[in-house]
Every structure is written in C-alpha cells, then in structure tokens.
C-alpha cells in the first residue's frame, strides 16, 4: 500500500497525458488524480482568453481522459481474473441476452423458460426490462456485421465500463446547463470514478443500473435543456432518452416523479412561463405513450400510484395555463369570481380524494412505501434493502458527501429555473439514499454535479491571481450561451453572476500565498478522493463472487474457482434435464453455468414455491425426502464454507430459510426451534437437536467430522462459525454424495430413487390386499400434508 | 393400521368402561361442587373482562383465578412493574402491546370465554414473582385449561420482542385461538401535521402585508441544507433501527460515542458526524465567500483562512472516525 501512495503522489507532478497512457496499460489507480487536477488547468488555460477552439480542445481532452479512466478504473476484475460475469443477476441478464443473439429478437420477447421455477416456469419475455439485452445484443450485431467477431460474454463483460464513459458526458452536459463548463468537467471527473457509481459498473455487472443512470442523466439533460429553450425537439429527445431508460430500469419511476415535481415547484414559485407548458406538456403525453410499449410495464402508467403524481401535475398545468389564457381576456373582477369558483371546487375535489384514500387506506401505503418491505421476510433478507448508515454514505462517496451541500447552497442562492431542478434532485435523492442502501446509486451523480459546482467555484476564485482580470470575460461567455438558448428570461442568475465578477474586480489582495494555499490544500483533498476511489474499487467493489481469492502471508494470491468447478461438473455429469434444488441466491448461477432446470432463483416472484425450498432445507431427511420427490428434484446444491472459512455459505443464511418456511409454514417449522434454550444459534453440541438433524445441517456437515484442517483444532472444526461440530456421526438415507469441490465448498448431492418394493412372499392372488394398503397410505399422507402440491 | 378390531379380547374395554364409572359414582358429589365453582369463576372473570380488556390480579386473584385447578380456560398473564418508581420503560411500551392485543381479543368476533388476558404488577403481588421464582419484567407466561405451564408457555421476550403480532403468533401457538390484531389507527401524526399546516397558514395570513419572507433564499438553502445533513448522516438509519445514544461499558463506566463497527452507529455518533459535514460545507461557503465579498481585505483574509481551517481540520476529523470505524482502512485487507 505503501507503493500505492508512493504512485498517486508521483502522479501529481507529471504531466496528465503520460500519466494516463500508464494507466491504461496498468492498473488505472493513478489517472483520476490526474484528471481532476487537469480539470483545474483548463481553467488556468481558459483564464488566458484563448481562442474558443483551446477550449473546446480541452474540454474534449478531459472528457475522453475521464471516459479513459473510468473505463479503466472498472477493470480490476478482468485483470485479476479474467472476463467473467460477475454476482447473481448478471448472470440471468447474460443468459437472456445469449438467448436474444441467437434466437433473435421476437423469440426473446416470447421466450417461457421452462428451465427456472421448476414446474411452474417463468416467462421471461414479459417480466424483465429488456434495455440491456438488446443494447448489448445491438452491439453484438453490429460489431459482427462490421467483421469483428467478439463473443457476446466479451460485449456483456465491457458494456458497463463504456457506458460509465457516456455517463460522465452526459453529466458534463447537465452540470455545463446548470452552471458552466468548468463546473461539468470536474462532475465528469468525480462520476467516472466515483465507487458509489462504480459499485454498480465494473466490468463483469452486468446489470441494469450500468446502463440506466446513463440514461437517467441523459434525461435529464434533456429536460433541463427543453425547459430552457422550450422547444418541441428537445422534448421529444427528452421523451426518447425517458423510453431508453423505461426499457432499462424499473427506476425510471424516479424520473416520472421528479420532473412532475421540478414542473410543481416551479408553478408555487411562479416562474410558470411558455417554454415549461410546452416542455412538459409534450414530454407527459409522448413519455407515457412510448412508455406504455414496454411489455412489462404495460398498463402500469395510467393505473398505479407511483404515477399519478405526473397526471396530478399535467392536469394541473392545463389549468393554470388556460387561467393564464382567461386572464388575458377577462376583467380582472370577472376573474377574480371565476377564480374563486375554480379554486374552492379543486379544494372539494382533493378534499374528497384525501378522504376516499384514507377510507380505502391507500394513502398509508402511499406514504410509507418505502417502510412496507422491511417486514417481509424474503425481502428484509436482501442487504440491499437496509437504511444508510453514515458509513456507507462516506464510503462511497468520500469528500463528496461533505462538500455537495455546498454546491446546493450555492444553487438555491443563486436560483434560477433548471437550479431547482438540481435542488430537487438532491433533496429527493438523498431522502431515498437514506432508507436504502441500494438507491445510493440515484444519488451518487447529484452528488458529483453539486461537489463539482463547490469546488469550481473555489477553483475559480483562488486558482492564480493574474487571471482576475479576463474572469469577466468567461463569465460573459457562458451568460451569451445561457441567453442564446434561453432568451433573456435568466435574468437572476446573470445578475448575480455580473455581480460576482464586479467584485472580482475590486477585490485587491488576498495575496498569491494564500491563494496557493488554499488551492494546493483543494488539490490535496481531490487527490484523497481519487486514492480513495482506487482503493474502495480494487478492494470492495471487484470481485465476481464467482471466483474467489485469498492471500498468503506473502502476498501471494491462490485463485478458488470452486464454484464454477461444481457448476461445471453438473453441465457435464448430469442429464441435461435433470433438477436442481438449491437455496434461491444460487439459482441464476445454475441455470447461467450448469445449463439445469432450477426450482427457484434470484426472481424472487414466487414466494411459496421458496418456502417449500426452505421447508425442505430445514426438516428431518425423511420429511425433506417426501418434499423433494413431490418436486421431482435430482440433485441438491449447497454452498459450505466451513473449510475455509467463507461466511457467505448457506448454514449462515439458513435462519432465513427457516424464517420464510415458517411464514408459509408455521405449523411445521418453528424458527424458536432452530434455537439453543438461551436463544443463540450453534452448530456445535449445545446446539439444537432440531438443527443438528435437520436436512441443511446433514449436508452441509457430511463427513465433515472425519476432516481434520490442522494440528491445533480437533476433527470436524468448523472455520467459518469457530466451532467444532456437534453431530458428527451423520448418516444420509435418501441422498448420496454425487460431488464435493476442492475446497468443499459447493457440494451436490444426489437424490435416490425410491427404493424397491421389499419381494412380495405372497402368491399373486394377494395383490388387491396389497393395492388396498398402498391406497390407504396415499390417503393418509395426503390428509397430513396441507399443500396441494404434495398430494402425489 | 386398518386392522384394529381383529385380535383384541372383548373384556378390556368393558373393564375399564366399568372402573371409571365406579369412579363417576364414588366422586360424584364433589365432581358436582367442582362444575359449580368452576362456572362461577367463569362467570366471574367473564364479568371483569367485560368492564376492561386486561384483568388485573393481586396474590389472592392470580392464585384462586389462575393456579387453583377447576379451569376450563386458558390465561394470559403479564407480569410487569408499572409504577412509576419502578422506571421500567420496556414495561410500559409491553403494555401498550399486550392491550392492543387484549383489545383485538375482545372486540374480535370470536371473543369467548377460552381466553382471558390479565396482568399482575409486582407492587400490588409480589408474592406471586416470589412464587413463581420470577426475577425480571416484564415477562409474558400463558396457563393453559389443563396442565402446568411448560417451559414453551413463557414468550421468548429476548428474541421475538414484544409486538403484538407476535404474540398473536405465539398465543395462537400454545392455544389456536387466532387474534387478528387491530391496531387503532394513530391519529397524532395526522393531527399535528393539520396543526403545522395551520400554524403555517395563520402565519401566512397574519403576515400577508409583508411575505417577502418567503422569497428569501437563505432560510430555504438552511431549510434544504438540512434536510441533505439529517440523511447523510443517518438519521434515517436512526429512525428505523432505534439504536442506543451512546455505549455505556459496564466495567469500566467508559461512554463509548462511537461504534465499533462500520455497520452500525449510535444517534451520538451520527449528530457528531452531522455537525462535521456542517462544518466542512461552512468552510466551503466561507471560501467562496471571502473570494467574492466586498469590504476590508484584511477581514477577507481572516474568513478564508477559517474557512480552510474547517474544510481541512473537520475533513481530517472526520477521516479519522471513520478510520477507527473501517479497520484496516485505506490498507488493504488479508481477504483482499
């Protein structure tokens, strides 16, 4: 780590461009810092009063850098590994795209796959956002047509990284619309490198979001765009970019509520003028039709709440607009009374909407959607889905998190149409960042929009004294562009900015000491920030979870490929329909892998089909047999990290298990069962009987106890929980080892045929006795037995 | 199985019908006094459940009502310290559970006479935690009809918690008798959102000469700011999971404001860490401001070398907690 330092401190000092060129054929850690700090010097270089083609030169420059670095940022993964798709989902995502390239585009949209959720099936078509399929499978086609023959694996595995790329321009474009130039490089900078972006877009995730908040921002822009110019085009641009991010990301609700809301806002505040009524106007009524053309969203828009606020908010515009067009054409006592009128009857009219929700108890759900999750077990089991802590906030977004409330300050100071728009998205954002953790991604580009405003505007100020003079001259320039795009309806925010640079004029002093210092100690924070990112990346956010790495004490790495050894092993030794039973997180890995039939996976759609899982997970073997044949399973699939100590294993997540068979189950599984009396949760002797026989425990612990890792622990220690296990003479009767991996952790077990029926010694004419009985049995079993599924 | 009949001799059961009638007859005097006195206490315990939801016992009661054996009912019993020089505050938030149980229980449709919920406060029998061999509050036991209570029939409190859902659960567990919970809807919230809102409104209308106030943008910036420092630094995280102030270690007496772990705080910590982001997006104001003001240079000065002060000595700060949060931190870590 020390090199590590000893590197981006070097970086400093050399020049950008070569430092960049390291980078890319190395490990990327140290062109961030470079970047940032280049972004600084354009605006020392722009102070100088060149001609327009410098700027625009850097500018691109410094765009393509940051697309360069965060592109390379991203590859951790590759490097150390190999170009593999990471994580669960990716999975899934992978394996349906693989289906579109080959079958063709049709096929996929009618694709049911018979191969997951075992019987029951899945139709993949109709519940999944297919944006990200068909934009890699797009890219897959035409870099074919074109004669270069890549595999789709090597378009999915990348197809993060370059889209990271066009976020940051398309950042770069928003912030230039909200402040200036300057402002949208440094914003370019933070998000091409920033982790919690990067959490969701290293290469090998490829998921959704990687290519959604490209789009979200692109929205944005354009939005923020047809709000200045208020013309139809951009609109239409706008309501394009929404239908990209529409197919891509169940998020876009975010987009449908925001703008709605900037629209709102901006009619309290009275700055309602033409341009908005034509923007959102279009972009309603355009943005809900082609929204309406994803199959899995379908009829969604006009029936759910999450959209009612965007047609609260239309309806509510046509009216202001026409009382804006009366007020034209009427006296001012006519419209006064006419006013009144229509005012007191949409009071009565919300009034009784309020009252009706709050009879059917809709309104609750409405405002505490965010708290309803937390009590379902199968969603309170995701990580995802905790609130923030502080931690989290810091650590993916370091300086950021400290100095964005400054560039809001700024934007509300200097307020002006498209300002409380960023205001908005900020407020709102950081709300939803806060109850969960995953929607840090939403965040996370405000974040770096209104830091970038915070420290350019510092940067501006303090970096050289020479430069005061020619500061008008720039400021002059970017209010020519504002009134070329907009007209002179900015008057507020040109106003202050005049003021500002008045001031620069005046201002005498400070003295060239100070202004080193404080942009040396700036560049020095920046710098932190590009470590920072570097090291979260390489160290928390690169790993494929597929594959496994440990260290020696001596640095040196040993490569645990575990997983896909025993997905590999099931492709090969198994029958090509065979069933595979494991808990749901493995699911996508063995229909993406292995290419078997599961009975659920990561789509967690069905939740009774998982508690039969858990059930059968947590019972005695004879009970879990009776399940597993009325599921037809042939093999089951756990992951045990006890050899190594890998905490991620199933004994760790089986209360789980046992928690979501107890909500559909409760008369047979009981969590307080799995128990020792003072309420802890063992494995070794003390342990619960009911825990040490059930079928989760056997499996994991099969021949275990004969294991001895090391001289100091006794046979059957348990790594990864520090015990040594309590049941250690286990003996399987209805299912055999088929296959334990190196390190033990994926192991398969094979589930046995019903045995034979024992010879009859009676001669034939005994037969029907015999049926009776069976019937008999069958009757009996299925009286037991509440679920339909298990009567045979 | 299908064959019960078959093989038995025929005496047995005619044996045995005969001794307990035999029985029948002997007792039949007593087994008379008993049905009285238990349809008594019936009717008895029908009658305070009627006036209120939860029955409260002393000694006398819980022994005669509860313990003593001519039972044809199940109870629920609590066992708590409500006065308030006992300063339990877990008591009281169980209480508030357990009648919005008893509540659901006995206005359900299938309220009966099964059932019945009381409480028994340590100051009014405290013989009966003696008896008991009870040492803590508040603790929930169920007395089935028939039997002693066996160690299942006192609630899990430690682990399940006291929500009244889950005694549901449980009750219906030891019971099957099934309680839907009705919680009565919390009007507070709504009533002091309608008194903001025309608290507001009044302020509005008395000031309405003068409403320049509202377009000051420095009171909505505070306003926005806020909002931006209260979840940064995890308040919300605070309000869902309801941790601790503060870590007091019993040994030691040593107030621990900081948590260990990096997935977890205290409310102390994250109001220090709120005050610090303030800090730092201050000093960033400030810097701005000392560049752009007019006025004496000197003044200017001192404002940007204060306002880099606090950028730069609170980021530290700050870089430090959660340094001590994030072990290992910025080295790289044996796992990798």
Sequence with gaps: MAEHHGSVSDSKHKASAANVGASFSGN?????????????????????????GWQSLLSFTILFLAWLAGFSARLFAVIRFESIIHEFDPWFNYRSTHHLTINGFYEFLNWFDDRAWYPLGRIVGGTVYPGLMVTAGLIHYVLNLLHVTVHIRDVCVFLAPVFSGLTSISTFLLTRE??????????????????GYISR????????????????????????????????????????????????????????????????????????????????STFYIVGLVLSMQIPFVGFQPIRTSEHMAAAGVFALLQAYAFLQYLKDRLTKQEFQTLFFLGVSLAAGAVFLTVIYLTYTGDIFRLLYTCYIPIHIPIIASVSEHQPTTWVSFFFDLHILVCTFPAGLWFCIKNINDERVFVALYAISAVYFAGVMVRLMLTLTPVVCMLSAVAFSSVFQHYLGDDMKREIPAVEDNSDDDDKRNSGNLYDKAGKVRKHVSEQDKAEEGLGPNIKSIVTMLMLMLLMMFAVHCTWVTSNAYSSPSVVLASYNNDGSRNILDDFREAYYWLRQNTDEHARVMSWWDYGYQIAGMANRTTLVD??????????????????????????????????????????????GDDINKFLWMVRIAEGEHPKDIRESDYFTPQGEFRVDKAGS???????????????FGEMQLDFRTPPGFDRTRNAEIGNKDIKLKHLEEAFTSEHWLVRIYKVKKEENRAPLDHSPRSTITNKQKYTSKKVWFALRCDHPLWVV | MASVSSGFPFN?????????????????????????????????????????SVIRMNGDKFRRFVKAPPRNYSVMVMFTALQPQRQCSVCRQANEEYQVLANSWRYSSAFSNKLF????????????????????????????????????????????????????????????VQIRVFRPPNYSGTIALALLVSLVGGLLYLRRNNLEFIYNKTGWAMAALCVVFAMTSGQMWNHIRGPPYAHKNPQNGQVSYIHGSSQAQFVAESHI??????????????????????????????????????????FSFLLSIFRSKYHGYPYRTESG
């Excluded at chain 1, 909200?178 to 982790?195: E, H, K, M, T």
């Excluded at chain 1, 703008?259 to 923007?279: E, G, K, T, W």
């Excluded at chain 1, 040490?692 to 099969?702: D, H, I, P, Q, T």
């Excluded at chain 2, 006192?154 to 918690?161: A, E, P, V």
């Design chain 1, 28 to 52: 990327g850690r140290t062109s961030p810092v470079a970047n940032v700090s280049s972004g600084a010097e354009r605006a020392l270089s722009t102070g100088l009063a060149q001609p327009a």
């Design chain 1, 178 to 195: 909200l402040w200036n130039q300057g402002a949208g490089l440094l914003a370019a900078c933070f998000i091409a490198i920033v982790p």
């Design chain 1, 201 to 280: 877009s290293v290469a090998g995730s490829f998921d959704n979001e990687g290519i959604a908040i490209f789009a979200l921002q692109f929205t944005y822009y354009l939005w923020v765009k047809s709000v200045k110019t208020g013309s139809v085009f951009w609109a239409i641009g706008c309501c394009l970019s929404y239908f990209y991010m529409v197919s891509a990301w169940g998020g876009y609700v975010f987009i449908i509520n925001l703008i709605p809301l900037h629209v709102f806002v901006l009619l309290l505040m009275q700055r309602y003028s033409r341009r908005v009524y034509i923007a959102y």
């Design chain 1, 602 to 647: 990561n789509n967690t759609w069905n939740n009774s089909h998982i508690a039969l899982v858990g059930k059968a997970m947590s019972s005695n073997e004879s009970a879990a047999y009776e399940i597993m044949r009325s599921l037809d399973v042939d093999y089951v699939l756990i992951i045990f990290g006890g050899v190594i100590g890998y905490s």
């Design chain 1, 689 to 703: 009987p009911i825990l040490l026989n059930c079928l989760m425990y056997k499996m994991s612990y099969y021949r």
């Design chain 2, 12 to 52: 047995l059961p005619i044996a045995s019908l005969l001794v307990i009638l035999l029985i029948c007859l002997h007792s039949g005097g007593g087994q008379k006094k008993k049905e009285n006195m238990l349809a008594e206490k019936v009717e008895q315990m029908m009658e305070w459940s009627s006036r209120r």
């Design chain 2, 117 to 176: 919920f009381t409480v028994v406060d340590y100051d009014e029998g405290a013989d009966v935690f003696q008896q008991l061999n009870m040492n803590s509050a508040p603790t929930f036991m169920h007395f089935p009809a028939k039997g002693k209570p066996k160690r299942a029939d006192t609630f899990d409190l430690q682990r399940i918690g006291f929500a009244s859902e889950q005694l549901a659960k449980w009750i219906a567990d030891r019971t099957d």
């Design chain 2, 273 to 314: 860490i709120l005050l610090l982001n303030a800090a730092i997006t201050m000093g960033m104001v400030l810097l701005n401001e000392a560049a752009t003001s007019k006025g004496d240079v000197g003044k200017r000065r001192i404002i940007c070398l204060v306002g880099l002060g606090l950028v730069v000595f609170f």
